[in-house]
């Protein structure tokens, strides 16, 4: 794979399916900024963190830190499409981690959102950014 498929996608893609994974990615980026990033972002600046969970011995407030860190800053570049694979790795990785490790004992409708967004972050991994992103307007 060359740096224009990955970039790309394998196969050319219509004009509908660059459009679709434009949306996919502005509205996914916007809603994890929006509805999970600042309000984390929001604790953190009032010095009230509350309560978190802790993975791989990691405190809460470094987990909270971490999480923060990558649903502002990640989806930032998912929504311009710049790099567009590689930023939608650790978001997926974060929904993984709150659907399967922090919300493991709760029921599945607390689950549920964490899986919708980590389904359209692989939906991204694998599709690339379209050519309405940086990435396309980068590789030309």
Known sequence: MDLRQFFHGIEPASLQVDI?????????GVMMIYGHGMPK??????????????????????SLKLATFSEIFFSIFLIIGFATRVMAIPL???????GFYALRSEPYL??????????????IILCGAGRFSADAALVG
């Open 41 to 62: 972002l929001k604790r953190l600046r009032a010095g009230e963190p509350g309560p978190f969970f802790s993975i791989m011995g990691l405190t809460p407030l470094t």
């Open 20 to 28: 679709a994974l434009l949306i996919a990615r502005v509205s996914i």
């Open 110 to 123: 607390k689950k549920e959102l964490s899986m919708l967004f980590l389904l359209v972050y692989i939906v």
């Open 92 to 98: 997926a990785i974060t929904m993984f981690i709150a």
